[in-house]
């Protein structure tokens, strides 16, 4: 019972944190992408290969977040854009209260976008709301068809799912259709592109995503 | 601080439950391993392939942990072994509490080996003792090869590494060299079998493993 309510109370504080950052973002007209998954699905490599296309027609900015270590940081530091990073020191989730120390480090009003790459966790940061616009989760084929029914928190609360990593499906038994089928049986109304970064697959149709979202948004704002 | 205090609390329960199981493991004369990686790494296929080569001649049982369905379960039952789902709810690791109440439902002592399938997370089911002789993670290639330095906690409590699909090395880049020293340099103990599901590579010195830890517990065992 004690632990219910001291879990309760941690993400009602996470939530009032993360409305807050959502206006902070709405202000500075920044779009906000939550990237979401196991680790080693390829969130980092989706971002830098998203980079090469739509920067620096677009200002992007990225906060990393990672339990141990910088090296996501490190690779994307060498595209020359703001970064910042997160060490969790052990914790399994991204939380707002982090997002607002590391959106300090960054110009936020500068950026067309910024990327948040959550710590590599299919369970966990489902629960965290960091003020992002849109959470986007990212399952590799090679991790099996069955993920959005086993882990069905992470792709309901997801707007776009991108199956990476396409380029190795006549190496191994993975059945897309099935895999979509799963994912949408869990949230029909997720977005899907198929994606891979050795090839550059989807990865366009991904950027069109990204620029027809912050168009979107930007039509609708009151500013 | 509240927070440190209950979950200290939390961890701390645990361990005595752990303990208590532990010594249950020992007195039932069963070799217990916990299976932990990332979701989709191999888990519930290295299981099935394992099953092939060490049962019947050891008795072997299962205990599936799953945050949500019993298709894994679902597949091991299919070699007619004794197995117990757990299903958490949205807890995103196992407790030893939970694996009380799992092997009530197993016949412990018939059992040479219990394998122990925990929630596909690298992070959280490293802070959770079960009772387990020996704590196995499994990497898939296709993760990369940074996955111990970025998510160490795993890899310094186990004392196995599968590093899995290495059918697919020839379709990816991936420096199993440098994996391998990362993952020594985090845990220079670490015993490292190279594995694949599909072709079985490792899969036999992967039960050898299994054979001679048995074996080494039994005649250590003071019964």
Redesign the interface.
């Given at each position: 019972m004690?632990?219910i309510t001291?879990e309760q109370k941690?993400l009602k504080k996470n939530d009032e944190i993360a409305t807050e950052l959502r206006k902070k973002f709405d202000e500075a007209n920044v779009l906000v992408i939550n990237m979401v998954s196991?680790?080693?699905?390829g969130k980092t490599s989706i971002i830098e290969r998203t980079l090469k296309i739509i920067s620096p027609a677009l200002s992007v900015g990225v906060i990393e977040g990672?339990?141990?270590?910088s090296?996501d940081a490190e690779r994307i530091a060498q595209f020359n854009i703001p970064v910042a990073q997160i060490i969790t020191n052990?914790t399994?989730h991204l939380e707002a209260r982090m997002i607002e120390q590391a959106v300090n480090q960054l110009p936020l009003k500068d950026l067309d976008v910024l990327f948040i790459e959550n710590?590599?966790?299919?369970?966990?940061p489902s629960s965290y709301y960091l003020g992002e616009h849109a959470r986007v989760v990212i399952m590799?084929v090679?991790?099996?068809e069955?993920?959005p029914?086993?882990?069905?928190?992470m792709f309901s609360k997801s707007c776009v799912l991108l199956m990476n990593?396409i380029?190795?499906l006549p190496?191994?038994i993975f059945d897309i259709a099935k895999a979509k089928k799963f994912a949408l049986k869990i949230n029909p109304d997720l977005k899907i592109y198929e994606t891979s970064c050795y090839d550059n697959t989807g990865i366009m149709q991904w950027c069109d995503w990204i620029t027809n979202e912050l168009k979107l948004r930007r039509c609708n704002s009151p500013s």
């Open positions: 004690e632990i001291v941690i196991s680790p080693g699905s990672d339990i141990q270590t090296l052990g399994c710590v590599g966790n299919l369970v966990c590799s090679t991790e099996g069955d993920k029914l086993k882990y069905p928190a990593k380029d190795l190496h191994i």
